[in-house]
C-alpha cells in the first residue's frame, strides 16, 4: 500500500522533555517524514499554532511548564480547525490506566510505547492520516451535496446527508423504544494502489463493484452509503453488532479472495472494517459512524478462508461456530462475560447429557 508520498514537506512534531526519548523518535519518522522536536507543552503549543506544515502530533504526557493533557485541551479546544483536528498519540510509558482514559477523554487519537519500534511507529501514522483524511472526506461529502440529493451518481448507493437523515430516525426511535441498531463502516484501502496500477477509471469500477456486493450482502431496510473515495457506512436498525459484524467478516473474506487483473497485473484488495452500535456510548447518529469509522484503524487483517467443516458437523452448527470463531465478542464487555457463561452451561449440559447416555 503507498504510504502517502505527498507528505515528505509535511512535519511531524515529537514533543518530550527527554532528549533520548526525541532522538529514538525523530531517527524513526525522519525516513518518512520532516520532524521537529520540543521539550515541553508550551514550545509545543508555540509551534503548533505558528507551524502549520504540522500534521501530527506525539507527545508525553508528564512534562514541564505545559504537561500533555494541558496540551491536548488546548488543541482541541482550538477555534482554528486546522490545529483542532491534529491527530495526537500519547507517547506512554508506565501511566496508569485513569491518566490514558483522561487523555483518550481529551481527545488522544492513539497512544504508542517508548519502546515502540519503526514498523509500529510508521503503521500508526499511517492508520490515523487514512481516518483524518475519511473523516474530513466525510463532513466535505455533507457540506456539499444537496439537500434534495439521496443517491451516489457512481455508485448508487445513498449519499451521505441522507444516511445521516435516515440514521436520525432510527437513532430516535431506539432512544425511546430500545431495541437494537448498528454501524458498519467498510473501506478498500487499496485503493489509491490500485488507481496507480490500473489508472483511476478502474478504480472506481472497482469501487462500484463493490457498493453493489455490499448492497447485496445487506438487508433491503439498511441504508448504505459512500461516505468517502472507497468508504461505505451501513446504517441498520434492529441489526446487532455481532450480526453486523458477521457481515463485514464475509465481505472482507470475498474481497480478500477476488482474483481481479488488469493487464495481466493483479489488483489486491486490502480492506479494513469497523462497527458500532447502540450498546456503544454516543449521542446521536454521528457519533456511531465516526466511532465505526474510528475502528477501522484497529481492524485486523481480512481472515483467511474458513477450514473445512469437521466431519459429521451439521451445517447449522458449523455456521454458528464460524461465527463465534470469527467475532470480536470480547469488546462487548460485560455482555461478552455473561455470552462465555452461558456457553459454559451449555457445554457442561451437553457432557452431562452424553455422560448419562453412556
Not at 169 to 188: E, I, N, T
Not at 196 to 213: P, S
Not at 236 to 246: I, K, Y
Amino acid at each position: 500500500m503507498a504510504r502517502t508520498t505527498e507528505l515528505p514537506q509535511r512535519r511531524v512534531l515529537v514533543v518530550d522533555d527527554s532528549k533520548f526519548v526525541r532522538t529514538t523518535f525523530a531517527s524513526i519518522l525522519k525516513a518518512s517524514f520532516g520532524v521537529r522536536e520540543e521539550a515541553d507543552g508550551e514550545a509545543a503549543w508555540d509551534a503548533v499554532e505558528g507551524d502549520p506544515s504540522l500534521i501530527m502530533v506525539f507527545t508525553d504526557l508528564d512534562m514541564p511548564r505545559l504537561d500533555g493533557f494541558g496540551l491536548l485541551s488546548r488543541i482541541r479546544g482550538s477555534s482554528d480547525r486546522r490545529i483542532k483536528q491534529l491527530p495526537v498519540v500519547v507517547i506512554s510509558g508506565h501511566e496508569e490506566a485513569g491518566m490514558k482514559q483522561r487523555a483518550r477523554e481529551l481527545g488522544a487519537n492513539d497512544f504508542i510505547a517508548k519502546s515502540a519500534d519503526a514498523p509500529e511507529v510508521l503503521s500508526r501514522i499511517d492508520n490515523l492520516l487514512r481516518l483524518v483524511r475519511t473523516s474530513n472526506e466525510l463532513d466535505q461529502s455533507r457540506e456539499a451535496v444537496q439537500r434534495t440529493a439521496t443517491h451516489d451518481p457512481l455508485t448508487g448507493t445513498h449519499t451521505p446527508h441522507y444516511l445521516v437523515t435516515e440514521g436520525r430516525k432510527h437513532f430516535a426511535h431506539v432512544r425511546r423504544h430500545g431495541g437494537q441498531l448498528s454501524v458498519m463502516a467498510l473501506r478498500l484501502d487499496s485503493y489509491d494502489d490500485i488507481a496507480l496500477a490500473a489508472g483511476k477509471d478502474i478504480a472506481d469500477v472497482i469501487v462500484t463493484r463493490i457498493a453493489k456486493l455490499v448492497m447485496d450482502k445487506v438487508r433491503t431496510e439498511d441504508s448504505v452509503a459512500r461516505v468517502a473515495q472507497a468508504t461505505f457506512v451501513v446504517v441498520a436498525a434492529g441489526a446487532a453488532a455481532p450480526q453486523m459484524l458477521a457481515v463485514g467478516q464475509r465481505l472482507r473474506r470475498e474481497l480478500d479472495q477476488a482474483k481481479v487483473k488488469h493487464r495481466d497485473q493483479a489488483l489486491k484488495f486490502v480492506s479494513s472494517l469497523g462497527v458500532a452500535s447502540a450498546a456503544d456510548p454516543a449521542n446521536s447518529i454521528e457519533d456511531l459512524m465516526r466511532l465505526a469509522l474510528q475502528r477501522l484503524q484497529r481492524a485486523p487483517a481480512a481472515p483467511a478462508a474458513p477450514a473445512a467443516p469437521a466431519a459429521g458437523m451439521p451445517a447449522d452448527l458449523e455456521r454458528i461456530l464460524r461465527f463465534l470463531e470469527g467475532a470480536d465478542i470480547a469488546r462487548f464487555g460485560a455482555a461478552a462475560d455473561e455470552f462465555a457463561r452461558r456457553l459454559k452451561r451449555i457445554a457442561k449440559a451437553i457432557q452431562a447429557k452424553r455422560a448419562r447416555s453412556n
